[in-house]
């Protein structure tokens, strides 16, 4: 039977539902061994309808920090007192902190995208063409990042115009544009992301295959085992190469940490135990 953390110890946890198969607490109790952090790292399963109060009583308890995953993202932005520029500009936070001034918010999930991007995968942004697969939360939260990478442009396409036009609306950026995945024939980039949930369901997207060869990476936000079939149909399709998104996780990891702990942990070892982990 195992023992209930010290109260004098920092309480974190990954709040969602599904959470059982987070990868966060063993991310997160190799950047505090590394770091020489003492801290407790948990999961917390929240009912769908249940946000706000798990929310309550794990700071209650005094917890210190929590990372946000489906479903939770746009209802944690919502309950920040003070939500950083990227919550305000994705509408949704994925690293929430609790303080005597009450709950602040951020979104790291961009910044570990772009992290792993030009860091691990070696990918220039700057003056680079990007394709975003998907106008949804998890799209939401990586376009301002990409942006401020510098890319040249940066196209979001989905199977909902409205949905798109939307999303664009509330960057405002010049270098956005807006697509179906009919435009994809004529589409010319250096960079696709898959941001839809396509490959948690095992699913395949209608990219035509003129669309792959000139990709220099396709890069899937799911990760796992086995590449997704995003990645199987780029690189059958003459994209150059692909990734699935272990890499952003761990990333988006370290900046939660160091927003909570005021140091950013090495991640290259961690990714390399984790995938060894799972693989």
Not at 65 to 92: C, I, M, W
Not at 168 to 192: C, V
């Amino acid at each position: 039977m195992s023992e209930s953390p010290s109260p004098t110890v920092d309480r974190y946890a990954v709040v969602g539902n599904p959470v059982a198969h987070s990868l966060s607490p063993a991310i997160h109790a190799r950047f505090a061994a590394d770091c020489g952090q003492s801290l407790v790292y948990e999961r917390l399963l929240a009912p769908v309808d249940g946000f706000e109060d798990a929310v309550a009583a794990f700071r209650a308890a005094g917890g210190r920090g929590l990372n946000v995953t489906v479903p939770f993202k746009r209802e944690a932005a919502a309950l920040a007192d003070r939500p950083s520029e990227r919550v305000r500009q994705a509408g949704a936070a994925n690293t929430l902190g609790f303080d005597a001034d009450g709950i602040w918010a951020d979104n790291t999930d961009g910044l570990g995208l772009v992290a792993d991007l030009q860091g691990r995968l070696g990918m220039a942004l700057a003056g680079a063409r990007l394709v975003l697969l998907g106008a949804g939360g998890a799209a939401r939260g990586v376009i301002g990042p990409l942006l401020a990478a510098g890319v040249d442009r940066l196209v979001v396409v989905a199977r909902r115009p409205g949905q798109v036009a939307e999303l664009l609306a509330g960057f405002g950026d010049p270098r956005l544009a807006g697509g179906g995945f009919e435009d994809l024939a004529r589409l010319r980039a250096d960079i696709a992301i898959n941001a839809t949930s396509a490959g948690l369901a095992g699913a395949d997207l209608p990219i035509p295959p003129e669309f792959w060869p000139p990709l220099r990476l396709a890069y899937d936000m799911v990760y796992g085992t086995e590449p997704t079939p995003f990645m199987r149909a780029a690189l059958a399709g003459g994209c150059a190469q692909a990734s699935d998104g272990l890499g952003m996780l761990v990333e988006q990891a370290a900046e939660s940490f160091a927003l909570w702990r005021g140091v950013r942990p090495a991640t290259a070892q961690v990714f390399a135990a984790v995938r060894a982990g799972i693989g």
